[in-house]
Every structure is written in structure tokens, then in C-alpha cells.
């Protein structure tokens, strides 16, 4: 740390967001007192401040958070930080086309991850020579020793392997450390890793390379002898100072970002709204250079391919490595360099939640795209059916989530996307839904839609997506026996406008509503109605859901084995009506 923040490193301590600044990742975000420390030395942090480590109040976390303005992103959760550090990289070499460059300290222990190593797959693929990790081979884990423990050659071979340029040092000497970032910072085409063995409590006598002090402080009875020993050793006559940034970072805008042409569709015609999210992209990218995709091998399925046909140098193709591409897209919208869409499989997003989490930790503002959401899949299988993904999205606490149900509200929602702060989900579907917005129709995070409704309503139906087609459907059957229905687009589930559901709902005769959603029962459009509606005594919610695991099937097979098809809706209604009287 000493190495990098005084001699290899060229930021303005003052200006730690500065864009110009070299990047920092702290992957092992439990050694958090080194790098708070470490900003302490350059004058950014008050000494007093670290005394206040972990305190209620303090901005000084267990681990690192972007409260601290020389934190880009929160790490703690192992493997995580060196794809965030491949997305900065990235966005510097290929967006930027900057000098900054970005280092990114590894432990040993979470080199067991299975992310770390597609972060190491995807720099040594798009050679991010302006990368450079660090791997503290300390030999400890936090229970018991690394499984290489000191095998730094193994280390190696793995790192070769992953076209690394690999560099072997004793982690305690600042002789070998400064040769090897220079070493490291002269190589034209790939990243770096510098494989440190180190000793973990170096110096200190009955902690050094022992087990049982991962987290753990000193006894205060043996700080004052430790403190003298390891003062003999520092040199306090020079003051140190780091090296001045070159200032060539553009100047980057990404404030109200605007569809470059609005929907342009006909009247019932039909559209997959993941076929619509394609266009809305490119839309959006004719109109800010700065928004750009990433996509798991899954872009001729969600429709990014026509950004990438359109923009091929703002797409970056992650590969079916779906936790790194998240973490990569973490990365290149830190400093709010670049505006991020991230699409895939909706059930393959499933597989970055831990990375999801920690983008909201990491206060990101990256826009998740899953298609092939619900049964409506149909032929392909469970396996490929997002049926639990509404329940992930809103147990984040920054999310914000899109449930269009038309290719027209689906532009709409990319747009809104854009310009929205925190986790943006945006759920879209593989059938091709009919249209049921004008072009000119004007959505808003928050706001229903109310689509049907009548002096004869008897209960308000609440859908989304394929069931809102099939509940359009049933409605207009049900019309024709004299039966009325309200029926209501929420277009996003999370916020969920309450506020209009309940007022059109007081005024149905029954005073009922039925969801009805591609998606499991559990943490769904029901349950968050039911939580809506919970401090009102007399509406009550019927909740109509996918009730188990799926099979192999037509779309339409699937919807009425499930009872969520126009069929299942009228019966509903009808059994509700009937009940009530």
C-alpha cells in the first residue's frame, strides 16, 4: 500500500473523484484500516478519524462503502473487486482513452472464487494492459490456511495461464515492489499480476503467520511494545508525496438522457417487449455516446444485438460469466463514467445476486435487463423460465422495477431507466404481445395505468407483461356476459402504485383484487399488492401465480396449466362475484 499510494499511484489527494485520478480497488475489503490509513498519510482523512474505525456514525466502515469519496465501489463480499476493477479499466482504455490506470488488491483466500477468475478471463481477453491486481499470498484464510498456502509457483501458473503477465515478489520489500509496477506498467497488451508472498503479522511476535487473528486486534496490553519495534524500523524524515494525474479524462454527460425518436408502432400489432428493448437501446445510444451494453452470449435472444450492430465499440460481450458481467458493469459506470444496460436470461441473473447486492451497497446506478421471464418461455424448460426474479429485484432496497406490458411502455421503461439512480430492473417477456399504448402515451416510475374501467365494475384486476394480455382478453369475454372488470398496469412493481389501485378499487362493487402474474407466489406482484393494501380492512387480494415447477410446453399450454390464462381469469372473477353475493 505504501508502494502504490507513494510511489506508483498518480491521483490529487485532495480530489479523490477526480476522473483523471488512478483507480483503487480494495478487493479484500476486510484490510480496510491499510487503506483509510493510507489516505490518513496523504492528508485526505483527519488522523483523529481513524480512532473512530467501526463506530456508530463514522464513515469509516468495517468494510469499504462509497460514502467515502475515495471508495468507487463496496467490497467485502469476496471476488467481487477485480471485475469491478476490469469494468474501470475498460471504460479508461476504450471509453475514456485516458491515462489513468487501475490497481486492484486481491487476498489469497478469495482467489477460491470462481468470479475472480472470470474477471481474469475477460482482462486477459480484452487486453487491459492499464490493469494491474496485486495477489497477497499471505497463506492464511480467515478459518484455516489458503488452500496453496505459500505455493506462489502454482499461483503463477494459474496466472500464465489466464494470459496474465505475471510478476513474483516478496511482498515486504519495496525494492522488489516498485521493480515489479514498472515492470508491470510497461506491458503493451495484457494485464499484470504481481504475486506477493507476504507474511501475515510481519514483525510482530506471536501473530506473525499464525492462524485464529483474521479480524482480530491487538491485546492493548502488547500494542505499546509492538508500536516501539515496529517505529525502530520507519524512517520519519521524508516526507512522501504522490505522483500528479495527467489530466485527459473527457468531460462526460449523462444527465437526461432521451430516446432519439419515439415508439413508432400500429395499433394491435405485435411485438415481444424484449424484441422492443433492442430498439429503445439503440434509440438511446444515437443520443448520449455514453450509454453502452453488456450482454452474456445472449444478445440475438434479448435483442442488445441491435446496439452492438449499431455501436459495436460501446458493446461489450461478458460471455456466459453473468457475476463478472455485473460487476464489469459495476465498474465502468463508477464516477458515473458511462450509463450501463446489462441484459441477459432473466433466470441467469439469478446466479449475480450476491454482485447485485453489493451494487447497491456500492450505491451503482447499473439498469439489469432479463428476458425470457415466466412459463411463457414455454418449450425450453425451467431451466430457462425467470420465475423468482421479481423476489430478488425487490428485496434490493435502491431497486426500481420495470414490468412493461407492451413494446411501447418497454421503450418507456429503458428511457426512465436511464435517468433513474440505483438498481434499475427491467423484465421482459419472449411472446410477442399485442400493442396496447398510443406512441404518445407518457409513463412514469410509480404510476399505474388503469386500462379498463366502467361505472359496473365489479373488482379490479392487477397484471403485467404476457397476463396482462390474457387478463385484456378476459375482460372483453367477460364484457360481453355483462360482467365488468377494472383492470390495471402497474408498469412498475416496485414502487408500486398503491395510492391509484386502491382508489379504483373502493370503487368496484366488490371492493377485490386479483393479481395475476408469470412468476412464482412467493415475493411477486401479489405479495407486494397484499403489503399495499394491508391497512385497508376491506379490500382483499386473490392472488393467481405460478404454483410449482414447470415443465416443457407451449406458452399456452403452460399459462392454462398454471390457471393464469384468460380462461382461469374469467372463472376467477366469476367465483369471486358469486362468493361475494
Not at 435483442?303 to 458493446?315: C, G, N, V
Not at 430457462?384 to 418507456?412: G, H, K
Amino acid at each position: 500500500m505504501s508502494v502504490l499510494f507513494f510511489h506508483v499511484m498518480k491521483y490529487k489527494p485532495q480530489d479523490p473523484k477526480n476522473p483523471n485520478n488512478d483507480r483503487f480497488v480494495l478487493s479484500k475489503g476486510h484490510a480496510a484500516p491499510i487503506l483509510y490509513a493510507a489516505w490518513a498519510e496523504v492528508g485526505y482523512l483527519n488522523m483523529d478519524q481513524l480512532l473512530s474505525l467501526r463506530k456508530m456514525g463514522s464513515i469509516l466502515e468495517g468494510h469499504p462503502v462509497p460514502k467515502l469519496a475515495f471508495v468507487d465501489v463496496a467490497t467485502g463480499s469476496l471476488g467481487q473487486g477485480l471485475g469491478a476493477a476490469c469494468g474501470m479499466a475498460f471504460t479508461g482504455k476504450y471509453f475514456d482513452k485516458a491515462s489513468y490506470r487501475v490497481y486492484c488488491l486481491l487476498g489469497d483466500g478469495e482467489s477460491s472464487a470462481g468470479s475472480v477468475w472470470e474477471a481474469m478471463a475477460f482482462a486477459s481477453f480484452y487486453k487491459l494492459n492499464n490493469l494491474l491486481a496485486i495477489l497477497d499470498v499471505n497463506r492464511l484464510g480467515q478459518s484455516e490456511p489458503a488452500p496453496l498456502q505459500h505455493k506462489v509457483e502454482l499461483y503463477r501458473k494459474r496466472c500464465d495461464a489466464f494470459g496474465w503477465n505475471t510478476e513474483m515478489v516478496d511482498g515486504h520489500s519495496v525494492e522488489e515492489l516498485c521493480k515489479a509496477f514498472w515492470q508491470g506498467n510497461m506491458v503493451p497488451d495484457k494485464p499484470t499480476v504481481i504475486i506477493a508472498k507476504t507474511l501475515k503479522g510481519k514483525g510482530i511476535e506471536g501473530v506473525e503467520d499464525k492462524e485464529n487473528w483474521h479480524g482480530k486486534p491487538i491485546p492493548s496490553e502488547n500494542v505499546e511494545e509492538i508500536l516501539n519495534t515496529l517505529q525502530v524500523g520507519m524512517l520519519k524524515c521524508k516526507k512522501l508525496s504522490p505522483g500528479q494525474p495527467v489530466e485527459d479524462a473527457p468531460v462526460v454527460n449523462i444527465e437526461e438522457i432521451k430516446l432519439a425518436a419515439p415508439p413508432k408502432y400500429k395499433h394491435a400489432e405485435k411485438v415481444a417487449t424484449r424484441k422492443a428493448y433492442g430498439t429503445a437501446l439503440a434509440k438511446l445510444g444515437r443520443g448520449n455516446d455514453r450509454v453502452i451494453a453488456l450482454d452474456g452470449d445472449t444478445k440475438n435472444s434479448t435483442f442488445s444485438d441491435a446496439f452492438r450492430k449499431e455501436y459495436p465499440k460501446r458493446f461489450i460481450e461478458c460471455f456466459i460469466a453473468e457475476q463478472n458481467m455485473v460487476s464489469v458493469g459495476v465498474g465502468c459506470c463508477a464516477r458515473n463514467r458511462t450509463v450501463v444496460f446489462i441484459s441477459t436470461f432473466g433466470v441467469f441473473l439469478t446466479r449475480a445476486f450476491d454482485q447485485i447486492r453489493m451494487a447497491a451497497i456500492s450505491e451503482s446506478n447499473i439498469n439489469l435487463v432479463g428476458s425470457h421471464c415466466g412459463i411463457s418461455v414455454g418449450e425450453d424448460g425451467p431451466s430457462q423460465m425467470a420465475l423468482e426474479d421479481l423476489a430478488m429485484f425487490r428485496a434490493i432496497p435502491t431497486s426500481t422495477i420495470f414490468y412493461p406490458s407492451d413494446a411501447v411502455s418497454t421503450e418507456r421503461a429503458v428511457e426512465l431507466a436511464a435517468n433513474t439512480k440505483g438498481i434499475c430492473f427491467i423484465r421482459t417477456s419472449r411472446p410477442e404481445t399485442t400493442i396496447i399504448y398510443k406512441n404518445t402515451e407518457i409513463f412514469e416510475v410509480g404510476k399505474a395505468k388503469v386500462l379498463r374501467k366502467t361505472d359496473k365494475d365489479m373488482l379490479t384486476v392487477v397484471a403485467a407483461g404476457v397476463t396482462m394480455q390474457e387478463t385484456l382478453a378476459a375482460a372483453a369475454l367477460l364484457a360481453e356476459e355483462e360482467v365488468y372488470i377494472r383492470v390495471i398496469d402497474p408498469f412498475t412493481i416496485k414502487p408500486l402504485d398503491d395510492k391509484t389501485i386502491v382508489c379504483c378499487t373502493k370503487g368496484t362493487k366488490t371492493k377485490r383484487i386479483i393479481t395475476v402474474e408469470d412468476h412464482y407466489y412467493q415475493g411477486g406482484l401479489g405479495e407486494a399488492m397484499v403489503a399495499a393494501v394491508a391497512m385497508e380492512p376491506y379490500i382483499m387480494v386473490h392472488c393467481m401465480a405460478v404454483s410449482g415447477v414447470p415443465n416443457s410446453a407451449t406458452s399456452a399450454e403452460l399459462l392454462e396449466k398454471f390457471e393464469i390464462d384468460a380462461k382461469a381469469i374469467m372463472k376467477t372473477v366469476k367465483d369471486i362475484i358469486e362468493d361475494k353475493e
